[in-house]
């Protein structure tokens, strides 16, 4: 009898938190803190974690229901507080924020409700296996080479290579689900957690046993500090702490790596790739001294990890860059290089400064090497795709609300093509508007952890510049007001006693964001080019004098990115110019 009343005690609890999971808020709690030991057994493709984590209850109500998620490789072991094991149901939860497709989802009745800004601290068990898995890709019909080559983390007895949260839950999380078929349905899901998680810090020790001691495989880790050492009981242990997670995503890689070293940057390549790695590290050094001039030296050394398969689609983590080195071309190594130093010298808590500035710089060096035109047109490949996500930013909300620009202005936005190519386009925009002196003094004043308000960026330019920024700074950071439209209303010419020619261009602007604008006068021969400012929904007059009649009038050199770009050209008739 009293077996039957346990089973029957257990099922009530497993069906009362079936109930719960239907009506979860899964995104309650927040993970202040990670403290892991992590064990990692490449042989077996295996890892064990133990550690303890801080949830702080983020939401307006109290919370008796925590959930913790994992990969579906991986099975939950444990959960207590202060040593006492808690009850909880673990169940699978589809989402795609995992490789697998999948999570294992733990359902945890906590001791009591957490009340809002509430904290409490969790022990937890967890292990399994973490091998190449494509199954988010495949079951929406991403063809076999393809899906691999782009979720190609797996621990590996001669290649490990595991990301975090958007690929590889293998520290906890919580979060609503992510499908790649809805839409933006999974990157909304990875931005809102990166946007809670941004102030948590978080400790790993990662521990590999080494049953050789000829065995000198090399492990990375994409954190804040890392020390490590080769301890006597044939284990090599990396001690390794995030101050802060920001954007990042918490990665690892192990193998066999050699090292082409040089000041700023370390190449870890794989056997037989010497040659790729020392073209990468010279493009690397060449590109130096620019991102110096504008960012500052390198506070730490840029790291670059080779990945197995040639065909794998590169990922950055901070200033730890893993790519296929066989594969990455010559030409574009001091673009991607470029990038990567501007995350060594510059770090910033805000997406927008922190990725903008690293895009930024690609744009800065292409105009160093093959002049401003090819870094337009660098810039022009990413005007499509930030137009499109405009657009989805505007279709999703059928009733427009106030709050609606701040919650997607660049401060806020968790889209990484907003707050990487729309960024891109506000620092080149900032430079035209303020010029590359006092840019580059704002820039060396910045200081991370003083950057406590929206405001703080915008704050140290101006003390650069007599200019008024507040206007750019409204339209293009603080909130989403789309993009400009600029079209050449009218355009006047008028011959001068000194026959030269005063043309007077009417420019308006169809959207609701403002800028300063290039106006081109272009004549036989040459071409004049003045700067107006625009504001959004209004028009703006400038005068330009120039020594033969004029033929065309062109607004934006495409150095302002726009919705639309058809209206940009205004042929002035041969009769309207001689008058």
């Known amino acids: 009898m009293k077996l039957r009343n346990i089973r029957v005690c257990f099922l009530c609890f497993l069906c009362a938190s079936a109930a719960n999971a239907f009506s979860l808020d899964r995104e309650a709690f927040t993970f202040t803190r990670y403290d892991l030991n992590v064990r990692v057994e490449p042989e077996q493709q295996r890892l064990e974690v133990r550690g303890k984590i801080t949830l702080r209850n983020d939401s307006a109500t109290p919370q008796k229901i925590a959930v913790l998620q994992i990969s579906s490789s991986l099975d939950w072991r444990s959960i207590k507080v202060a040593d006492k094991q808690l009850q909880f149901v673990a169940q699978p939860y589809t989402s795609d924020i995992d490789h697998t497709g999948a999570l294992s989802e733990a359902i945890v009745t906590l001791p009591e409700a957490i009340a809002p800004q509430g904290t409490i601290e969790l022990e937890i068990g967890y292990e ?117 997670l920001g954007f990042s995503v918490p990665t690892f890689v192990m193998a066999d790596y050699e090292v082409a070293d040089r000041a700023d940057v370390a ?32 506070r730490n050394k840029a790291q670059t990890a080779d990945l197995d398969d040639p065909n794998a689609a590169p990922f950055e983590g901070g200033s730890l860059l893993l790519m296929p080195l066989t594969n990455t071309d010559s030409k574009v190594a001091g673009l991607v290089a470029a990038h990567q130093l501007t995350h060594a010298a510059f770090s910033s808590p805000r997406p927008w400064i922190n990725e903008g500035l690293a895009h930024f710089a690609q744009a800065l060096y292409l105009e160093q090497q093959k002049g401003r035109q090819a870094a337009l047109d660098y810039m022009g490949l990413h005007r499509s795709a930030l137009s499109a996500a405009q657009r989805e930013n505007e279709k999703q909300t059928t009733a427009p609300r106030p709050e609606d620009a701040v919650n997607r202005s660049l401060v806020n936005t968790a889209d990484e093509e907003l707050y990487r190519s729309k960024a891109m386009c506000v620092w ?133 990115p726009e919705s639309d770009t058809t209206n940009n050209t205004f042929k002035i008739e041969a009769a309207d110019a001689e008058k």
């Not at 349905?185 to 790993?204: I, N, Q, Y």
């Not at 703006?540 to 062109?554: A, D, F, L, M, N």
């Open 128 to 244: 399994g296996v973490i091998v190449p898995d494509a199954t988010r890709l495949t079951r929406i019909g991403t063809p076999e080479a393809t899906a691999r080559s782009t979720d190609w983390d797996q621990i590996g007895a001669k290649f490990t290579a595991v990301r975090g949260v958007g690929y590889v839950a293998w520290y906890p999380i919580a979060t609503e689900a992510g499908n790649l078929s809805e839409g933006a349905s999974l990157f909304d899901t990875v931005g809102r957690w990166k946007t809670r998680e941004a102030a948590s810090t978080m400790h790993v020790q990662v521990t590999v046993p080494r049953d050789d001691e000829s065995e000198k495989p090399e492990l990375l880790v994409n954190a804040t500090t890392c020390p490590t050492a080769l301890e006597e009981r044939h284990q090599f242990v990396a001690d390794c702490s995030y101050r802060s």
């Open 267 to 298: 190449v870890h390549y794989l056997h037989g790739h010497d040659v790729a790695a020392v073209s990468y590290a010279d493009a690397a050094e060449k590109v130096t001294p620019l991102i110096t001039e504008w960012f500052g030296a390198p």
């Open 428 to 560: 080149w925009m900032l430079r035209d508007l303020v010029g590359e002196a006092a840019l580059k003094k704002a820039l060396a004043s910045y200081r991370p952890e003083q950057d406590k308000e929206p405001s703080y960026m915008q704050k140290l330019i101006q003390a650069q510049t007599q200019k008024d920024l507040e206007w750019f700074f409204d339209d293009w950071v603080y909130r989403d007001r789309g993009l400009p439209d600029f079209k050449v209303e009218s355009a006047f010419p008028r011959k001068t006693m000194t026959d030269e020619y005063l043309v007077t261009v009417t420019v308006e602007n169809l959207g609701r964001a403002g800028a300063e604008v290039p106006i081109t006068v272009k004549y036989f021969g040459g071409e004049v080019t003045n700067r107006l400012v625009v504001h959004g929904n209004s028009k703006g007059v400038i005068r330009v004098e120039i020594s033969k009649p004029p033929e065309e009038i062109v607004v934006n050199d495409g150095s302002v």
